[in-house]
Structures are given as C-alpha cells and as structure tokens.
C-alpha cells in the first residue's frame, strides 16, 4: 500500500519561500508521476503541478512563475516550493501520486501552511 | 485555465439517488477520458472515487457511478448513506500536461 507524508513549516512569512517535501513509503517514486495539491480554508482543490521520476516537471499556468517540484530518488521523496508568498498561498497542501487513468489515486493526509508575519 | 463547473450543493433522502454534473470544455472534459471524481470528508484528504469517466478503483461501492456527454461529466450516488454527506470534486486531464479541478459540490443527506 503507497503511502505519502507531507512535512515542513507550518508558517511561512509573506515574500519568503514555501518549502514542503513528500515521503513516499509502500511503493518507489522511481515509477508514475508524483503531483502536489492545495486546498485553501473552506474553498476548493488546485492542482499545482506534478514531476516524473526523470526529472520532467509541469506546473499549473497560474503558478508556474513561482512554482519548482524535485525529487530525491535516493530518499524516496519529491519536493514544493512556492516563492514569493502571499496570503493567498496560504493552505492545506497534498501530495498525491498520479495512477491509472491520468487520476489522483493516493493522498498524503495533508500540510497546513499559512503565510503571515 | 479554468476550474470546471459544479453546483454548490446537491442533496437527497437515505436510499435515493443524486447527480453532480461537472462541466468545462472541450479542452478538458470533452476532449479526453480522463475525468476523475473525489470524495472529500471535513479535515480529511480527498479520496477517489471514479477514474477514466466511469471506473471504480477497488474498494469503492457500485452505488457510485460516472459518465460523460459532450463538455459535462456527471457522478450519480444511489442507495444515499449517511456516509456519503461530503464534498465531491471532479477533475479532469487538460492537455499539455496539465490538470483542472472543479468547483465542488456539498452532498447532504437529509
């Protein structure tokens, strides 16, 4: 069964960079595509971007100026960061795999990350 | 790129049916199979439900089913549980790879 754990700061200061990593366990990351997600307080999900193993990366138009996902093959573990954050990156971010079908088919439980002073 | 279309809200009776439409275009929902539907309960991470417009992953009951026409996706729950009261997202492949969510539709179970 493949697991995702999402860590990192909790509090971000506006202007700053947001830094959040994904650990894979159940599975290798060497494999499929590996996407984040995020949801702000009481509104919907957006899709931010996703990388492959090889290192090939795609980022949501909106995003995709401030927007840079990695991986670490060696940990097992895939990388967000988000520059230049205002209040409107604040939000509980997923990591997900990308399975059969194109679709999101296991989720972290989930990072709350607020940007403020 | 813009999210897909859904109704705020939906609702039914234990035992009843109810559909979430989700629409976009024909860049995204129209133009590929790959409509995905998730069901998310408060504080809990999405989960999915439907995959390739109409498949169900193991472990997901057959009361949920999907299907397209066209620009619209539509998900329909019957034989409504209690425990099916939650927030349901359709999302959809958009070419180039990219990817786009809907808006969300609250289910209540009345």
């Known amino acids: 069964q493949v697991q995702l754990h999402e860590s990192g700061p909790g509090l971000v200061k506006p202007s700053e960079t947001l830094s959040l990593t994904c650990t894979v366990s159940?599975?290798?990351?060497?494999?499929?595509?590996w996407s984040w997600i995020r949801q702000p307080p009481g509104k919907g999900l957006e899709w931010i971007g996703f990388?492959?193993?090889?290192?090939?990366?795609s980022y949501n138009p909106s995003l995709k100026s401030r927007v840079t996902i990695s991986e670490d093959t060696s940990k097992n573990q895939f990388s967000l960061k988000v520059n230049s954050v205002t209040a409107a990156d604040t939000a509980m971010y997923y990591c997900?795999?990308?399975?059969?079908?194109?679709?999101?088919?296991?989720w972290g439980q989930g990072t709350l990350v607020t940007v403020s002073s | 790129q813009s999210a897909l279309t859904q109704a705020p809200s939906a609702s039914g009776s234990p035992g009843q049916s109810v559909t979430i439409s989700c629409t976009g275009t024909?860049?995204?929902?129209?133009?590929?199979?790959?409509v995905s539907w998730y069901q998310q309960h408060p504080g809990k991470a999405p989960k999915l439900m439907i995959y390739?417009?109409?498949k169900r992953p193991s472990g997901v009951p057959d009361r949920f089913s999907g299907s397209k026409s066209d620009n619209t996706a539509s998900l329909t729950v019957s034989g409504l549980q209690a425990e099916d009261e939650a927030d349901y997202y359709c999302?959809?492949?958009?070419?180039?790879?990219?990817?786009?969510f809907g808006t969300g539709t609250k289910v209540t179970v009345l």
């Open positions: 390739e417009v109409s």
């Open positions: 159940g599975g290798s990351i060497s494999s499929s595509y």
């Open positions: 997900a795999r990308v399975g059969g079908g194109l679709a999101f088919d296991y």
């Open positions: 990388i492959h193993y090889s290192g090939s990366a």
């Open positions: 024909s860049s995204d929902v129209g133009g590929y199979n790959y």
């Open positions: 999302s959809s492949y958009a070419g180039s790879n990219n990817y786009v």
